[in-house]
């Protein structure tokens, strides 16, 4: 009778393998079922990263592959690092961040808090809500890009009912003073229900009984919410900014079906003037240490970020 997965193996291969396969032991099979994950990971991701940092310290340009490679040092680095042009993208970016950010977690943070008063309809509204979620980024550009039209959007005519402004007077992706509102308008339409979804999660893990507890203390329900929602549903909102603060540093599609980094380079974000220089400049070497910087800042940032998150999870 086969009792250990080794003699359960040994037992379907050739006798001349299966006497190798017994003599193996459990942490030797289990390194033998993950090594082609890991090597798929080292080609997919470290290998890249590796060659990226190379080409970094070159004047490579994939365009002129026969041409020869040059040393520069840092010379990629301190020009990014003193490109005005680039610090301009850094702001647009920056700002992109923190609104969307901002809003995302409001709302979303209220929409949960309402949903988890149980009441008729729960489910369907929950759904709905998290519609926008289930787009892709470029059928949503697109379709806003609809929306914010001046003569024929839907977005201009409710803007224009409420104010009394004429709808054609102001195009949202057209002004350098209402786009970057409008990219961040779509992206907090787009992406509260994750933000909702997490924190439901959060609201529904807080044990009734807590609650309870408070009520025999005669706690108000303010002060139930600000001493037990909020800091048992905090390790949930900090995990929410994480992975939205994440993904929209690096936000690229969305940006590009609506406004195309205009008017002008207003709402160029990082990953528009990477792209530009990488692939329409064809600097390839500028282009590698502007991602080296990109991912040492994200990277950098997201340690520390966890740190916190880890130490509110702790208390």
């Not at 809003?103 to 929409?111: A, C, E, K, T």
Request: proline share 5%; with cysteine; glycine share 6%.
């Amino acid at each position: 009778m086969l009792h250990s997965p080794i003699d359960r193996i040994a037992s379907a291969t050739p006798p001349a393998i299966a006497t190798r396969v017994r003599g193996l032991s459990d942490r030797a099979i289990a390194w033998l079922f993950v090594a082609p994950s890991i090597v798929l990971l080292l080609a997919i991701n470290i290998f890249p990263l590796i060659w990226t940092i190379r080409l970094s310290f070159t004047n490579f340009r994939v365009n002129r592959p026969n041409a020869p490679i040059e040393f520069v040092g840092l010379r990629n680095y301190i020009n990014i690092l003193t490109d005005s042009d680039i610090w301009q993208s850094m702001q647009a970016t920056a700002h992109f961040l923190i609104w969307t950010i901002v809003l995302q977690v409001l709302i979303g943070f209220s929409l949960a808090y309402l949903i988890n008063k149980k009441f008729r309809g729960n489910d369907l509204w929950t759904t709905i809500i998290v519609l926008p979620m289930m787009l892709s980024p470029a059928v949503v550009g697109n379709f806003w890009t609809f929306l914010y039209q001046p003569q024929i959007g839907l977005f201009n005519y409710v803007v224009g009912f409420l104010t009394g402004q004429d709808p054609s007077s102001f195009s949202m992706i057209a002004s350098t003073q209402l786009a970057p509102w409008a990219i961040v308008i779509v992206d907090t339409w787009m992406w509260t229900p994750f933000v909702m979804l997490i924190c439901l999660a959060g609201l529904r893990s807080i044990p009734n009984s807590i609650y309870e507890a408070a009520e025999c203390d005669r706690a108000s329900k303010w002060r139930q919410f600000w001493t037990i929602t909020i800091p048992m549903v905090l390790p949930f909102l900090m995990l929410a900014v994480l992975f939205r603060g994440i993904e929209n540093f690096k936000m690229f599609d969305l940006v590009v079906q609506l406004t195309g980094g205009g008017p002008g380079s207003i709402t160029e974000l990082t990953s528009i003037n990477l792209k530009r220089a990488a692939f329409e400049q064809w600097r390839t070497g500028y282009a590698s240490a502007y991602a080296v910087i990109l991912f040492v800042t994200v990277f950098g940032l997201a340690s520390i970020y966890v740190k916190a998150l880890n130490k509110v999870k702790q208390r």
